[in-house]
């Protein structure tokens, strides 16, 4: 069987881009590569065309798969690569160290990944407790999934127990699971909320975040200081109009309270 082979190697951004796409010789079944890398010296602008058979595919893997290989970049070197970008030189000296600190950055970051809320939301029994528990404006930082910039406010929790209460300081690392991921503050909000509802088996939770968004404020129309509010409720805070009234009101407190976004 032969197959056709498209090679193309274009040049941008100062560095070069290899694609190649493998097809059937009837046109389908195609699969493809891009391998994109400064450390790849190809020719700039030219494009190939050529039959093989599967004996010459696997000599064209001899070749492409070293390529690959040189163009899997660290992440430190694709900082260097955004410093450059930027129009800096990543090797002067008040950046040379900057790809390695902002590696440590994002682990801090981003290290909500992996970690299961069951984990830490461990309840214990407490019947007389049957009235809303509420923790108002913890603290969070998180970044949006489209520009990769932080937004940051307070969450406001609450849940009505059945039977079952959490520790209090475990709400915080809740938020924080998932606040260290790349995120969009409205699924962040549900999945807090969820969180709280799979593992309290409470009668309600309700949950509402505000937060500063930089994409937002630094950028484009530049709306600063604007808050965004999303809110997530479930079970009798959604279907009861007084609970989520109590809730909405206690956290009304939260957001006009000392602390000011
Ligand atoms: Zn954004």
Same mark, same amino acid.
């Given at each position: 069987?032969?197959?056709?082979?498209?090679?193309?190697?274009?040049?941008?951004?100062?560095?070069?881009?290899?694609?190649?796409?493998?097809? $059937?010789?009837?046109?389908?079944?195609?699969?493809?590569? /891009?391998?994109?890398?400064?450390?790849? $010296?190809?020719?700039?602008?030219?494009?190939? !065309?050529?039959?093989?058979?599967?004996?010459? %595919?696997?000599?064209?893997?001899?070749?492409?798969?070293? *390529?690959?290989?040189?163009?899997?970049?660290?992440?430190?070197?694709?900082? /260097? *690569?955004?410093?450059?970008?930027?129009?800096?030189?990543?090797?002067?000296?008040?950046?040379?160290? &900057?790809?390695? /600190?902002? #590696?440590?950055?994002?682990?801090?970051?981003?290290?909500?990944?992996? !970690? $299961?809320?069951?984990?830490?939301?461990?309840? @214990?029994?407490?019947?007389?407790?049957?009235?809303?528990?509420?923790?108002?404006?913890?603290? =969070?930082?998180?970044?949006?999934?489209?520009?990769?910039?932080? =937004? =940051?406010? =307070?969450?406001?929790?609450?849940?009505?127990?059945?039977?079952?209460?959490?520790?209090?300081? +475990?709400?915080?690392?809740?938020?924080?699971? @998932?606040? %260290? /991921?790349?995120?969009?503050?409205? %699924?962040?909000?549900?999945?807090?909320?969820?969180?709280?509802?799979?593992?309290?088996?409470? !009668?309600?939770?309700?949950?509402?975040?505000?937060?500063?968004?930089?994409?937002?404020?630094?950028?484009?129309?530049? +709306? &600063?200081?604007?808050?965004?509010?999303?809110?997530? #409720? %479930?079970?009798?805070? !959604?279907?009861?109009?007084?609970?989520?009234?109590? @809730?909405?009101?206690?956290? +009304?407190?939260?957001?006009?309270?000392?602390?000011?976004?």
């Amino acid at each position: 069987m032969s197959e056709r082979v498209y090679f193309s190697i274009d040049r941008c951004h100062g560095s070069y881009q290899l694609s190649i796409n493998i097809e $059937d010789d009837d046109g389908g079944g195609g699969h493809g590569y /891009r391998i994109a890398g400064p450390k790849y $010296d190809g020719t700039s602008g030219r494009l190939l !065309k050529h039959y093989v058979t599967e004996r010459d %595919r696997s000599e064209l893997h001899a070749y492409i798969d070293p *390529i690959v290989e040189a163009s899997e970049m660290s992440f430190t070197d694709a900082v /260097r *690569i955004m410093i450059k970008e930027t129009g800096e030189d990543p090797d002067r000296e008040g950046l040379q160290e &900057t790809p390695g /600190r902002v #590696l440590a950055a994002w682990s801090e970051w981003f290290g909500g990944y992996g !970690k $299961d809320p069951a984990a830490i939301l461990k309840t @214990f029994e407490e019947t007389d407790c049957d009235e809303m528990v509420v923790q108002l404006s913890i603290p =969070f930082f998180s970044h949006c999934e489209h520009h990769l910039v932080p =937004f =940051f406010g =307070f969450a406001h929790l609450a849940y009505i127990p059945n039977g079952r209460v959490v520790g209090l300081s +475990k709400l915080g690392r809740l938020v924080d699971i @998932f606040a %260290r /991921r790349l995120q969009i503050q409205e %699924r962040l909000c549900n999945q807090v909320a969820d969180a709280l509802y799979d593992n309290l088996n409470p !009668k309600g939770v309700g949950v509402v975040m505000q937060a500063r968004h930089l994409c937002l404020e630094s950028r484009g129309l530049a +709306k &600063t200081g604007s808050v965004t509010v999303t809110s997530a #409720l %479930r079970g009798n805070f !959604k279907a009861n109009p007084e609970v989520r009234a109590e @809730f909405l009101s206690l956290v +009304k407190t939260g957001m006009t309270g000392v602390i000011k976004l």
